[in-house]
């Protein structure tokens, strides 16, 4: 069975501070797709990112990286130097390759950035 | 601007109404998704189509139905609504299998009340 945890349900930091968002999924798989989603108050969840299970690669966009570790089934995301803009709700989702196109989302976890 | 459109932000309706919930896709994607979101329990999926006159259910359909007559909509039908049915209500669609990595595009939800 496939499972995506976030097991951070609330998290809040003061502006400028680095914050990170825990991502763990379970699957038997071995061809996969992770992704980040953003939902900001307007209700809308904003694509972030997607990852393949064969490129373990971290990445970087601006204020933005994420951390792939298949060894310890992780996939986390890191805001550095946070800003009140990035509170919202952020989802981690799993996409297994060999079954329909259904996507696991986790439970969410939303992020307070304070003044 | 590719966008999912659902048709109504905020509905109330009474207990045994019959509640329809639109959602029109412009990307001409293959798939389109009913997801719920609920405190607590993120996104849990209600039903899914890959194509026009095809649905499957998701993890929770019992409650409900769907229809897509055309490629570009997707309707969520609750033929009696209940109160247990209060919630986020989420469209969302994605290009089809083949050429489909797994990302998908959500409306900005419907909230809906049923008293």
């Known amino acids: 069975a496939q499972k995506v945890t976030q097991a951070q349900t609330e998290i809040s930091v003061v502006e400028k501070e680095d914050v990170t968002l825990d991502c763990v999924y379970e699957?038997?798989?071995?061809?996969?797709?992770l992704f980040w989603y953003k939902q900001p108050p307007s209700g809308e969840l904003v694509f972030l990112i997607r990852r393949n299970s064969f490129d373990e690669q971290n990445e970087i966009s601006g204020r933005y990286s994420w951390n792939f570790q298949k060894s310890t089934s992780s996939f986390n995301f890191t805001i550095t130097a946070s800003q009140v803009v990035d509170s919202a709700v952020y989802f981690c989702?799993?996409?297994?390759?060999?079954?329909?196109?259904?996507?696991?989302f986790g439970k969410g976890t939303r992020l307070h950035i304070l003044p | 601007d590719v966008k999912v459109t659902q048709s109504s932000r905020y509905l109330v309706k009474r207990t045994g109404e019959k509640v329809f919930l639109e959602c029109v896709q412009d990307m001409d994607h293959e798939n389109m998704f009913w997801y719920r979101q609920d405190p607590g329990l993120g996104l849990r999926l209600i039903y899914f189509?890959?194509?026009?006159?095809?649905?499957e259910k998701g993890d929770i359909p019992e409650g409900y139905s769907v229809s897509r007559e055309k490629k570009e909509r997707f309707s969520l039908i609750l033929e009696s609504a209940s109160t247990n049915q209060t919630s986020m209500y989420l469209c969302?669609?994605?290009?089809?299998?083949?050429?489909?990595?797994?990302?998908?595009?959500f409306g900005e939800g419907s909230r809906l009340t049923v008293l």
């Open positions: 989702a799993l996409r297994v390759m060999n079954r329909d196109d259904k996507i696991i």
């Open positions: 189509s890959y194509d026009v006159k095809m649905k």
């Open positions: 699957t038997r798989d071995t061809t996969y797709y």
């Open positions: 969302a669609s994605s290009r089809g299998f083949s050429a489909n990595t797994g990302e998908l595009f």
